[in-house]
């Protein structure tokens, strides 16, 4: 054998170890793209609400007060926050024509016997952790009953700009009664 023939069988050999190393590199480099994208998910899951109860009343100004109740849970492996809630009440006014009135949460003594406790904001969620409770709105005063409340959606939204939302069609009427005499 002569030099070049060793020269150019050296090259090869290195050229094949080359492409093999590279081969492994691109593996190891899918498999950490892998794991950061699994992370980044589990980290971002974002946020799962459920309905508990939902009931009105008229408080003792005989301003009409919405309550409703809720579980929220982060489904993320990080705490995230619940920095905005709104309701959202969706009708239609006596000619049909459909409209939407955003409300905010207010503090508003809740009628007693509930058990969960009063939320507000902003919402702090442990990761993967749960927490219940009642949210309150008022209803503003020129808000009359000649609309027709089509369905009252709560949402929530994340600090990371997640949204999640609950409805219902149905609100249960109950009847407030002051205990002070």
């Given at each position: 054998m002569d030099t070049n023939t060793l020269i150019s069988l050296a090259s090869a050999v290195a050229a094949l170890l080359s492409a093999l190393y590279a081969a492994s590199?691109?593996?190891?480099?899918?498999?950490?793209?892998?794991?950061?994208?699994?992370?980044?998910?589990?980290?971002?899951?974002?946020?799962?609400a459920y309905l508990i109860d939902a009931?009105?009343?008229?408080?003792?100004?005989?301003?009409?007060?919405?309550?409703?109740?809720?579980?929220?849970?982060?489904?993320?492996?990080?705490?995230?926050?619940?920095?905005?809630?709104?309701?959202?009440?969706?009708?239609?006014?006596s000619t049909g024509t459909p409209s939407c009135l955003i409300l905010r949460p207010t503090v508003?003594?809740?009628?007693?016997?509930?058990?969960?406790?009063?939320?507000?904001?902003?919402?702090?969620?442990?990761?993967?952790?749960?927490?219940?409770?009642?949210?309150?709105f008022h209803l503003p005063s020129?808000?009359?009953?000649?609309?027709?409340?089509?369905k009252y959606e709560l949402q929530f939204i994340t600090a990371t700009g997640y949204r999640t939302s609950i409805s219902t069609h149905l609100m249960r009427r109950v009847k407030y009664e002051s205990n002070e005499n």
């Open positions: 590199a691109a593996r190891s480099a899918k498999r950490s793209a892998n794991v950061a994208e699994r992370q980044y998910e589990d980290t971002a899951a974002g946020v799962s009931y009105s009343w008229a408080g003792v100004d005989e301003r009409n007060i919405i309550a409703i109740g809720c579980t929220l849970t982060n489904l993320a492996s990080a705490q995230t926050s619940i920095v905005r809630t709104e309701l959202l009440v969706h009708e239609y006014s508003t003594d809740l009628l007693p016997g509930d058990n969960l406790e009063r939320l507000s904001e902003p919402l702090n969620l442990p990761e993967r952790g749960t927490i219940s409770g009642w949210l309150t020129t808000f009359s009953t000649k609309r027709t409340v089509d």
